[in-house]
């Protein structure tokens, strides 16, 4: 095997660390609940209705 | 290796649309499941849906960022573009190949035999503009007097929503017949459009249109799992080429935001170990197709 072949690639941890922040971010906001309210909602317009 | 692609795009399918009493209920699910992300399109209004469309949660909320401001929420889209950068930078395009229902639906309208058409490269580039400005921009910027947007991706182009929603929900419930007008005639006629478009040519979607593609695209030269290119091991036979759906050359664009990832290329065509998965810098073992047909 080669070198590189072993090295770890951090750009991926690096991005999913500031996503992970992100979505913790929007919790914190209380989006999930905002989220779920709209989903459980036909949106009429959404779908070429109305 | 398409056998278990179908068999996750199939299973994909069923796990973001697993609400199966909506005959009986004649309204979509509104339980709790649905603060869930599906990982690839589906409309949440589709009466089976079991999970929020990322793209158009993502809309809703930013045409409502001036009421969520005023009323001291700040709502602004950090859960839903959370979860997608965490889906985008784990799995990148993997998603549109291994995932999504309307990937599914464009791949199994392919299969009709018909005379079959490229996609011009230059219209790849549409879906960053359907990403930025109708899932971004406009419903950010043009409100009604009320301070309100509208979702303009969901609204004026999704086919997946048509297909999804728009068709069962009038189905399901009679009374919205009389709702109908041009806007619905607007998106059936789009339906119809790219229905009988990937027919004609692969995933034509998925490869001008759909904006989740375009976002889950920016992370494939970087994603946690991704195809990995041996430059060494690669005698450019072209054989790649051939069996790409999005016509891509991976031999020579390794990490294209074009590749849906379907790993076709790494176990139909390659035969010299050049295509393999990574996981994070480190390689899993490839699958080299017939080495036999190499010695033969």
């Excluded at chain 1, 991926?12 to 996503?19: C, N, T």
């Excluded at chain 2, 709502?75 to 995932?99: E, L, P, Q």
């Excluded at chain 2, 139909?268 to 998965?277: H, I, K, N, V, W």
Aim: proline letters at 6%; charged letters at 15%.
């Amino acid at each position: 095997m080669k070198r590189g072949e072993r090295s770890i690639r951090r750009t991926p941890l690096v991005l999913l660390a500031l996503f992970v922040l992100l979505w913790l971010t929007g919790i914190n906001l209380g989006e999930p609940g905002r989220v779920l309210e709209q989903a459980k909602s036909i949106c009429l317009a959404c779908i070429g209705i109305g | 290796m398409e056998i278990i692609r179908k068999w996750s795009q199939a299973i994909w399918l069923l796990l973001v649309n697993g609400f199966w009493g909506f005959p009986v209920t004649g309204n979509l699910y509104q339980g709790p499941l649905k603060v869930i992300c599906s990982p690839g399109l589906n409309c949440y209004s589709c009466p089976a849906a079991t999970t929020y469309c990322p793209i158009g949660s993502l809309q809703q909320l930013l045409l409502g960022i001036r009421f969520s401001i005023e009323s001291g929420r700040y709502y602004m889209g950090a859960f839903v573009v959370g979860t997608m950068g965490i889906i985008g930078a784990t799995a990148g395009r993997f998603i549109c190949g291994w995932a999504c229902p309307f990937g599914l639906y464009q791949e199994l309208l392919h299969r009709i035999p018909s005379r079959k058409f490229s996609i011009p490269p230059i219209l790849n580039g549409l879906k960053y503009l359907f990403l930025v400005f109708f899932v971004i921009v406009l419903p950010l910027v043009l409100v009604d007097d009320f301070g309100l947007g509208k979702p303009w991706f969901c609204k004026y182009v999704c086919p997946a929503g048509t297909l999804e929603a728009g068709i069962p929900m009038v189905l399901l419930q009679p009374d919205l017949r009389t709702t109908l007008g041009w806007l619905y005639v607007n998106k059936i006629g789009l339906l119809v459009l790219f229905s009988a478009w990937s027919v004609l040519a692969s995933r034509p979607f998925c490869r001008t249109t759909c904006p989740l593609g375009a976002f889950y695209g920016l992370f494939n030269r970087v994603s946690l799992v991704k195809i990995r290119l041996d430059r060494d091991a690669c005698t450019s036979c072209g054989a790649c080429h051939a069996v790409c759906p999005v016509e891509i050359r991976i031999n020579e664009t390794p990490g294209s935001s074009e590749c849906i990832n379907c790993l076709r290329c790494l176990s139909e065509a390659c035969r010299f170990d050049a295509l393999s998965l990574e996981v994070a810098g480190f390689p899993l073992r490839s699958r080299s197709v017939s080495k036999a047909n190499v010695s033969n």
